[in-house]
T-cell receptor
Framework: AQSVTQLDSQVPVFEEAPVELRCNYS??????LFWYVQYPNQGLQLLLK??????LVKGINGFEAEFNKSQTSFHLRKPSVHISDTAEYFC?????????????FGQGTELSVKP | DARVTQTPRDKVTEMGQEVTMRCQPI?????VFWYRQTMMQGLELLAY????????DSGMPKDRFSAEMPDATLATLKIQPSEPRDSAVYFC????????????FGPGTRLTVL
């Protein structure tokens, strides 16, 4: 069975500082990995996804993530955050054998950017 | 700009009442997911459909919850009877068939059962 662990439930950071949100997964098969963002009172939207190929994936709003198969991690990074990045971030995993693209989500990391 | 729509956006009801939530997936998407989000449990998958047929509803309490797709443009989630523990935000998402495809989420229905 697949699972996702987001190692930090809350990450406070000052504006313009770098940030890393950590995600580890477990799976016995090759996986697809996703990061979604949820702004207050909204649904989730895709930030980026890893399917195959280059392990460094660039997404929207200046975010990027690196797939590390040996460490089963998919950490999300941004070199300089803005107040508008304040949101909840979810890591998710699917696999190529899973019917219907079912995603397994982590518990979420609340990113709080302070001025 | 294609979007998933959900109605109602907010619903307050009393324990024991029937609640129906509706979702219109993005045109052309044939896979529809229902999720529930609470502070305690996070984001839980309740059920999902492909081409209107249920693929997995193991996350759904069977005695009171039901999910259907009367047609390709409408998915419904019903709770009967509702209970206070059902209070949550319910999200619908749609995607195309491929496992690697992005799921597009609706804005959610915030349900409060008193």
């Amino acid at each position: 069975a697949q699972s996702v662990t987001q190692l930090d439930s809350q990450v406070p950071v000052f504006e313009e500082a770098p940030v890393e949100l950590r995600c580890n997964y477990s799976s016995s098969v090759s996986v697809y990995l996703f990061w979604y963002v949820q702004y207050p009172n909204q649904g989730l939207q895709l930030l980026l996804k890893y399917l195959s190929g280059s392990t460094l994936v660039k997404g929207i709003n200046g975010f990027e993530a690196e797939f590390n198969k040996s460490q089963t991690s998919f950490h999300l990074r941004k070199p300089s955050v803005h107040i508008s990045d304040t949101a909840e971030y979810f890591c998710a995993v699917s696999d190529e054998y899973n019917q219907g693209g079912k995603l397994i989500f982590g518990q979420g990391t609340e990113l709080s950017v302070k001025p | 700009d294609a979007r998933v729509t959900q109605t109602p956006r907010d619903k307050v009801t009393e324990m024991g009442q029937e609640v129906t939530m509706r979702c219109q997936p993005i045109l052309g998407h044939n896979t529809v997911f229902w999720y529930r989000q609470t502070m305690m449990q996070g984001l839980e998958l309740l059920a999902y459909f492909r081409n209107r047929a249920p693929l997995d509803d193991s996350g759904m309490p069977k005695d009171r919850f039901s999910a259907e797709m009367p047609d390709a443009t409408l998915a419904t989630l019903k709770i009967q009877p509702s209970e206070p523990r059902d209070s949550a935000v319910y999200f619908c998402a749609s995607a195309t068939r491929q496992g690697a495809d992005t799921q597009y989420f609706g804005p959610g229905t915030r349900l409060t059962v008193l």
